[in-house]
C-alpha cells in the first residue's frame, strides 16, 4: 500500500460536527473583528476628544458621550443578545437579557446627554447633515428607550398587546438607531476639524470601520426581526 493511501484513509470522515466547527469559527471571527472595529472607532475618537487636555468643551464633551453611549453601549447591548458574542454567550437567557437592558439604558442615556450639550451650545439647529442624523438618533433612542420598557415588561402587559407584537415594534425601532448615530458620526469624521487632526485618509478609513461593524451588527437584529415578523404571522 502507498503511503498516500494509507494517509488518505486515515483522515476522518467529514462529519456534521465538522460542518458546525466551520460555522462557529466563522461566526467568532466575524465577532472579534466587530470588537476590533467597535474599539479602534470609540478610542480614537476619545483620544480626539482629549488632545487638549481636560477639562473639556461642549463639542469633545459630546463626541466621548455620544460615541461611547452609541458605538459602545449600544452595540455591546445588541451583540450581547447574539448566541456567538464572546463575553456573553456562556451567560443564562435572563443574564444576557439583563445585560441588554443595562447597557441598552446605560448608552441610551449618554447619547441622550451628548446630544443635548451640543443642542444648547449651537444657537441654530439641523443645517447640516451631520447634525440632521444626530437628531433622528436621538428621537428614536427616545421612542427606543420608552418602548424598551414595553418589552421589558411584555409579559405583565400581554392582555393589551401581545407579546411577540411589542418584541417586534421594539426591534423594528431599534434596528434603526445605531445605523443612524453610525450616520451621523461618519459626518462627524468628515468635518475638516477632525480630517486636519488625524489625515483624510485615516478619517476615511474610520467611516469604513464605521460603517463594517454597523452593517454585522445591524444584519444581526434584522435577521432577529425577520424571525419574530414571521412567528408573528404564522401564530
Ligand atoms: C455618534 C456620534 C455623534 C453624535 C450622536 C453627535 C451629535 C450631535 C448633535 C445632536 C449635534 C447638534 C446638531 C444640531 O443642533 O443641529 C452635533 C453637532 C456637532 N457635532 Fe456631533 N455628534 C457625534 C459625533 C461627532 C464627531 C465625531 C464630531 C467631530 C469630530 C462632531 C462634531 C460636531 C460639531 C462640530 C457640531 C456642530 C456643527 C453641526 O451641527 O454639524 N460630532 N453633534
Redesign the pocket.
Known amino acids: 500500500m502507498s503511503p498516500k493511501v494509507s494517509e488518505r484513509s486515515a483522515s476522518p470522515p467529514v462529519t456534521v460536527h465538522d460542518d458546525n466547527y466551520k460555522i462557529k469559527i466563522f461566526h467568532s471571527t466575524f465577532n472579534l473583528i466587530t470588537h476590533i472595529l467597535i474599539g479602534v472607532v470609540v478610542g480614537i475618537?476619545v483620544i480626539?476628544s482629549f488632545r487638549n487636555g481636560t477639562p473639556l468643551g461642549a463639542?469633545p464633551l459630546?463626541?466621548v458621550l455620544?460615541?461611547v453611549g452609541?458605538?459602545l453601549l449600544m452595540a455591546e447591548a445588541i451583540l450581547s443578545l447574539s448566541p456567538h458574542n464572546g463575553w456573553s454567550s456562556n451567560l443564562k437567557l435572563v443574564d444576557k437579557r439583563r445585560a441588554h437592558w443595562i447597557l441598552q439604558t446605560l448608552g441610551s442615556g449618554l447619547?441622550i446627554v451628548?446630544?443635548f450639550i451640543?443642542?444648547i451650545d449651537?444657537s441654530?439647529?439641523?443645517?447640516?447633515l451631520?447634525?440632521?442624523f444626530?437628531?433622528a438618533?436621538?428621537v428614536l433612542t427616545t421612542v427606543s428607550l420608552i418602548n424598551g420598557l414595553g418589552s421589558l415588561w411584555a409579559f405583565e402587559l400581554r392582555r393589551y398587546i401581545p407579546i411577540n407584537v411589542s418584541k417586534l415594534i421594539h426591534i423594528g425601532i431599534g434596528i434603526f438607531v445605531l445605523p443612524t448615530?453610525?450616520i451621523?458620526?461618519c459626518?462627524?469624521?468628515d468635518?475638516s476639524?477632525?480630517k486636519s487632526w488625524i489625515s483624510d485618509e485615516v478619517a476615511f478609513t474610520l467611516i469604513g470601520c464605521t460603517s463594517a461593524f454597523t452593517v454585522i451588527i445591524s444584519f444581526n437584529s434584522f435577521t432577529t426581526f425577520l424571525v419574530k415578523l414571521w412567528k408573528c404571522f404564522k401564530s
Open positions: 475618537s480626539f463639542t459630546h463626541i455620544c460615541v452609541y458605538q447619547a451628548g446630544s451640543k443642542i449651537k441654530t439647529h439641523l443645517n447640516t451631520h447634525g440632521k444626530a437628531i438618533a436621538l448615530s453610525s451621523a458620526l459626518y462627524g469624521f468635518k476639524m477632525f
